[in-house]
């Protein structure tokens, strides 16, 4: 498992021995972390909107592009074509890119989608169909080619401080559902076919859910991290 962090740390834990090793260390803090399926470079989000590469193989960088004008809050790679990928950013953009096409000199996007807010998470649902971003827009975008489509939302208020992990929606086992936080103390459930949103509350979440984690085998098992250090684990039976 690997983690990073603002403290500008990238660490891979090795689970025999229950320890973390420091893999990649800079003086700029690091927003975001995403591996390429089937490739051992580690990609991430350092300082004001530099796209970075680490091998782990070679242990050096493998790559470093100035993509954004401003902090890089997650990179996500399409299912369909894992050499396409998202980045999402505090400069309010959200930009797909082919990851063999970047060059330092003239980075080409494929696309951009702009904001009006910072935006905080962009990711492909599971068919690579579809890409769901979060912002301070207090509501979810789903975009499908050139199609937007504004989700409902529960009230949020996203502009939740800049050290502050910020509500983020994820996608769940398809491409029907995603799951986002919520300031009043509750997740909601996003119906994407039929553009609702259903309010899940429970007297263990005392605080504003965050980050959310789907089990990849067990369809119906959601995992919720909260602003105060708890991990709550739901199930759908």
């Not at 590469?53 to 242990?59: C, E, V």
């Not at 009043?184 to 980050?211: C, E, F, L």
Request: aromatic share 10%; net charge negative; glycine share 8%.
């Amino acid at each position: 498992m690997l983690t990073s962090s603002y403290d500008g740390f990238i660490r891979l834990m090795d689970v025999r021995e229950e320890s973390f090793n420091v893999i990649y260390s800079s003086d700029d803090s690091i927003f975001s972390l995403a591996q390429q399926p089937l490739n051992t470079s580690v990609y991430f989000g350092e300082g004001e909107g530099y796209f970075m590469g680490w091998d782990q193989r070679a242990g050096k960088v493998s790559c470093s592009y100035k993509l954004h004008d401003e902090r890089i809050d997650s990179i996500d790679f399409n299912t369909k074509n894992t050499n396409v990928m998202a980045t999402c950013s505090a400069d309010g953009t959200v930009c797909l890119w082919d990851l063999r096409r970047i060059n330092a000199r003239e980075p080409r996007k494929l696309k951009v989608h702009q904001h009006d807010n910072p935006v905080r998470s962009a990711y492909f649902s599971p068919s690579g169909n579809c890409l769901a971003t979060t912002s301070g827009e207090y509501s979810v975008r789903v975009y499908n080619d050139d199609n937007v489509v504004e989700m409902p939302a529960l009230g949020n208020d996203n502009q939740l401080g800049t050290w502050v992990s910020n509500i983020r929606a994820i996608w769940g086992w398809d491409d029907s559902y995603l799951f986002v936080g919520s300031s009043i103390k509750a997740y909601g459930i996003v119906s994407v076919p039929q553009k609702t949103i259903t309010a899940i509350h429970s007297p263990q979440m005392n605080a504003i859910p965050r980050q959310f984690a789907t089990h990849p085998y067990r369809h119906g098992n959601l995992a919720c991290a909260t602003g105060r250090g708890q991990v709550i684990l739901w199930t759908s039976e």
